[in-house]
């Protein structure tokens, strides 16, 4: 964008072109949409008188059918689109709504520190006769959408580009006389050309088109925008060409990404015991209840291994609650790596975990648990010139799908399992079903 005094000759200079020219109707008003500028065009235009039309509202103009596109326009040039074009009907007084063509520009005071717009409006009934003028000031109107911060083309009936910003022609890393006057699929990528076709054969049909778009910029950036096409009407009220606009979106996109992923890891620190970093007593209770809900649907076979630490106590007596901690990371470390992906290890406190086992009977759940305790059994726990090993007891219990509605009764039989395991002996794996009354 240029900045400072070349912006406000570029402004002076369009301005007192089109003021001169008087085959456009030209509006500056403010915000709200209140008129403070007409020119002597835009008073024939509509047959109200200069004075009439200073301080009323633009929408005062605007036939009752198109109202609300002028809600829609303000919108967008305020949300950081500060260009738009539209056709919209203008009440004539005295005769019917002409049909006119509406371009906005959202522009900003230097001196007075405000926004404004400059509005011009185009009959579309005197087409042809403002074909001459519009050519003339070609390179003025070029000027004005370079500094539209879109990206725009316009594409004719053979889709070869007519005509396109430089925002347009950085994004295709071209220079504008490179990109006019070629086919599409010469300046695009495959992969855009071919999002392209459908697009460019509905708006020809009549039908205006938004669709995502990802496009790589000549620094090899990935850009993120929301690609429009919109039909344009010949004075023959044929359609002849589509005008492609994107807009921009990379930094919003990214921004929701971040939100997204700081939600995720959010997320996921609530499900997490921070010390051990296994899921911690919430989350393996709604995993559970989940499990149970889908095994009892399907059918299927569930079971849970209660694991406690041999001796905990003794160790942390003897080491210091350090060392204890230490073996109770250690633990959960193991029980991650020696377990399915499809298992649930949980922390359910102090020196307790607990395993979610889906479509396991109590057998293979037996198979698993005994292969973590052999494992644990035979790991050395080195820290602070430290060596030492330790055991772990294990309780299994298989879900009795005529039986079990909660996860608290399976829990309540594995705990019976982990106890008898700690009763007789330790360091071993017992399955409820085994225990004899």
Not at 132 to 158: G, P, S, T
Not at 300 to 310: F, G, K, T, Y
């Amino acid at each position: 964008m240029i900045k400072g005094g070349n912006t406000l000759l570029l402004k002076q200079h369009f301005l007192y072109n089109v003021f001169e020219n008087d085959s456009v109707g030209v509006i500056q008003m403010d915000i709200n949409g209140y008129m403070k500028t007409v020119n002597h065009k835009f008073s024939e235009m509509v047959n109200f008188a200069r004075d009439d039309l200073i301080n009323q509202n633009f929408q005062y103009l605007v036939a009752d059918e198109d109202r609300y596109l002028v809600a829609f326009l303000h919108n967008h040039l305020m949300h950081r689109i500060k260009h738009r074009n539209h056709r919209l009907m203008l009440d004539k007084r005295k005769n019917r709504p002409i049909v006119t063509h509406v371009s906005f520009a959202l522009e900003f005071d230097e001196v007075h520190q405000e926004h404004y717009y400059i509005v011009i409006v185009q009959d579309m009934s005197e087409l042809s006769s403002l074909t001459k003028e519009l050519l003339n000031q070609k390179k003025i109107l070029r000027d004005v959408i370079d500094h539209i911060d879109v990206h725009q083309a316009v594409i004719d009936r053979h889709w070869h580009y007519t005509s396109v910003n430089q925002l347009f022609a950085r994004a295709c890393s071209r220079s504008i006389e490179e990109i006019e006057g070629r086919h599409i699929r010469d300046v695009l990528p495959d992969h855009q050309y071919q999002q392209m076709i459908p697009m460019l054969q509905r708006c020809f049909q009549g039908e205006k088109c938004t669709w995502d778009q990802e496009f790589t910029l000549a620094d090899q950036s990935v850009h993120y925008g929301v690609a429009s096409l919109a039909p344009i009407l010949n004075k023959f009220n044929e359609i002849d060409q589509c005008v492609l606009t994107t807009y921009d979106m990379t930094e919003q996109v990214l921004t929701q990404r971040a939100l997204e992923k700081t939600k995720d890891d959010l997320q996921r620190l609530v499900h997490l015991d921070p010390m051990t970093q296994a899921f911690n007593r919430r989350y393996f209770m709604s995993m559970a209840e989940k499990t149970i809900a889908s095994t009892l649907r399907n059918q299927d076979s569930l079971s849970v291994a209660m694991i406690d630490i041999d001796d905990f106590k003794s160790i942390n007596d003897t080491f210091g609650h350090a060392v204890g901690d230490h073996v109770i990371i250690t633990l959960a470390q193991q029980l991650s790596a020696l377990t399915r992906t499809s298992d649930v290890v949980a922390r359910l406190g102090g020196e307790e975990f607990a395993i979610i086992l889906p479509r396991t009977q109590s057998d293979g759940a037996k198979i698993i648990a005994e292969k973590v305790r052999v494992q644990i059994e035979a790991h050395d726990v080195q820290i602070n010139d430290i060596d030492f090993q330790f055991t772990i007891s294990i309780g299994i219990a298989e879900i009795y799908l005529n039986i079990d509605t909660t996860i608290d009764t399976i829990l309540h039989r594995a705990d019976t399992a982990l106890y008898y395991a700690k009763k007789h002996g330790k360091n071993q794996v017992i399955a409820h079903a085994d225990i004899s009354d």
